[in-house]
């Protein structure tokens, strides 16, 4: 994020302030911004790139929030913003099943308790709550680096029990009613629930260039798009899976597992 | 509340602005400076900017009608703003309409066969597919989240005439976590409707194709990992019937087989995740007809009666195993190889159907009893679960099958030679045996909810050879019951259901040389079923415990 964004999330910081309403956001602070990890700098390997693509990239540090984006902090975003409520939003923006969980416009309800992830969001809302908190949606090198971690280290395939993780989500049917946020054994660097409660948007999930027909990848001049087949590794075929899953979404789209978290760069403070 | 949302609309419009991978329409640009500069929630003034909010808003249902692929706004990554042209999963809007008459499609569970078609003209036919996902029984104790087109593995029959137009809609149930899409083999284009039906969770999409070639032709989902959807349970069959009709049978079945990797062995319970590494070495644990273990089997057992005709549509959806099908005590008057069918062949015992397949068998009925419909490929039929049953009730006709009609003592040269060492071990055994009944262990369960449980096991993995009557069959599986050779020994059964057994035995006077493997069960398993048999068809014995089982392994190790 570059300076001049900064000096606009400062001064809004001030407006929120002015309104009366305190919002933990410490952006001019050193100290780290509460509920934010610190994600080392280092590189992704995408298990699916371009044929130009490099092999992998390099990621500077960042800040990631250490758990998704709760029904409570959504409540009070559309609060502020009523444009962002379910009955207030175009289509255009979120489609039909935005927030069709929630009790009411400003009542999440049993379905949706506030500390629970909030889902049914689609990728314009969550980046505006990002921009609204000060923050931004992770992109998908960052969010995979910080995925990619173990319980013990920064790389989570070297670690026994982190694949079984892994695919246990993916053998466990979407729960009626999400289990509280943060509740997830903290990773590596203190991220929690990353691979085991919902998925997540990411900044730039349209990049993901998994093919409809995901057996088509020599036309899209794709390496090791099919269908996974080299990926003998379980953690690389889940992260196959999630290229797919963010292959087959819309901007607009509000899907009953999919919520968010935000990052903002390590280098606001 | 005003300065407030002016700088969050500001700060936001900045961010969109410095994203080096957003790319700007320029009049979508112009909508989102204007909006800054008017500083009010962006949705509203962005469509005021655009001049009216009756027209703006039409567009946005028409963008979202369509998919929203053509038409996203100016914040969306440049990749969703590629042309539709280049984007085979954008919608494309109706396909011609050739004025047929409609018609909803009756689709069906396995085993059942929607009806025959008996209209003579082509018609449209709308078919709605939802996939969900399932956490469903593999076997006994075994659960596993299975990926299904309509709620079973296989997936829902669809049947269809040749030459319909079939509007196909795929509606991805909200709570699925994972898109899909499906790729019909009976379609003629690319990726066989894939490429237009991936649909994220929550979603549905339609697709309209000709069914130009009769046959039967698998369906499955092919979105990556490929082998992983398909594994889990995506695939199913839709007849295309031809114009003329498919001869007249009494009974039509829906049977299709596939292998399911767990990352647990075979019987281990508890709900088992998929392992890839299985997958990709086709190291099956299952192998299932209809997506369990004895789907097929007992109560949901195919029927007939005597002297019908009956026709299998017997798919396989893979992943990796290709099918040797059979039916034990049938042979096959017609069948039509994969699925194709203009060509008949007659007269087969068992026809190979590969992964992504299909066969039409028929046969008519002619004796009463039951058939087993299994994988020759014989190992998945008894230790894997490719077994199902058909069960056919009428008169008997001797002529052509007498039943046994001679019982016979056969003594081979050797037999005599192990049975007095046998004997002296029976009579030893008896000992151990009653000293351990006169110390009598109190078993966690009651015996009658043993019983239960171990009919389960029994019926899983020893009928096939003992019989479910616990009978055997003469000469060549010993009776269970009114067994004298069990009720010798107490723990003798144990060990052979661990260890297995190398005949020759004597059992209630008869010679029984002939081979049990081992058996891969808990033991839990092994003390359940080893209560049912000596609990059922007349025969009585104290519970089985699992400490039993684990003492006699304990033995058996230390010696």
Redesign the interface.
Known sequence: ??D??NI??R??CL??A??GILLAVASAAADPPPGMALIAAGTYTPVVRNQDDAASVAVAAFWLDARPVTNGEFLAFVR????WRRS??????A?G?YLTHWAGELDPGPQAPLDAPVVRVSW?AA??YA??AGK?LPTTAEWERAAGAGFHGADGKAEPGFA?QV??W?????PAVFPAAGSGRPNFYGVRDLLDLV?EWV?????A????????AGGNGLVC?G???S??D?AD?AA??R???R????????????GFRCARDAAAN | ?L???I??H???T??FL??P?IGFVAANSLLVVATAVLGY????AL?VGAGSVTAA?AV??A??AT???TA??A???E??AAPAASD??AARGPAPDLGLPVEQAVLTAPPQVPPPITRKYAAKVVVHLEVR???KRLADGVE??FWTFGGDVPGRFIRVREGDVVEFHLENS??????H?I?LHAVTG??GG??????????SSQFTFQALNPGVFVYHC???????HIANGMYGLILVEPAAGLPKVDREYYVMQGEVYTAGRYGEEG????D??KA?DERAPYVVFNGAVGSLVGDNALTAKVGETVRLFVGNGGPNLVSSFHVIGEIFDTVYQEGGLSVAQHNVQTTLIPAGGSAVVEFKTEVPGTYVLVDHSIFRAFNKGALGMLKVAGPENRLIYSGKEIDAVYLGQAAAAGSDAQKREASLQAQIAEEIKTNPKIAGLTREAQVERGKRVFMQTCFACHQPDGKGLAGIYPPLAGSDFLRADRERPIRIVTKGLTGPVIVNGQTFNNIMPAQVLSDQQIADVLTYVTNSWGNTGEPYSVDDVRRVKAAGVSQ
Do not use: C
């Open positions: 994020m570059s001049r964004t606009l999330n001064w809004r407006g929120l002015a309104a502020v913003l009523p444009q207030q939003v175009p289509p255009l923006f489609d099943g314009f980046r505006a921009a609204w931004r079984a695919l246990g993916f053998a466990a049917p979407t998925w900044d730039d999930f349209n990049s260039m998994v093919a409809g027909d995901s057996r088509g798009g269908a996974a087949a990926a003998r379980p075929y196959f899976m290229a797919g899953y292959s087959s979404l819309r901007a607009n789209y509000a899907v009953a597992n999919l | 509340m300065a407030l949302s700088e969050n500001r700060s936001r900045m961010n410095k994203n991978r929630a962006p949705v509203r469509l808003m946005a249902e963008v979202e998919g929203g692929a996203m706004p914040a969306a990554p990749t969703a085979p999963s996902e399932v956490v596993y989240l909200p709570n699925s976590k994972m898109p899409n790729d690319p990726g894939a490429a237009s039906s991936f649909t994220a969770p929550g979603h092919a979105t990556a990992p490929v082998g992983m709900l088992q995740p998929f890839q590494e990709i």
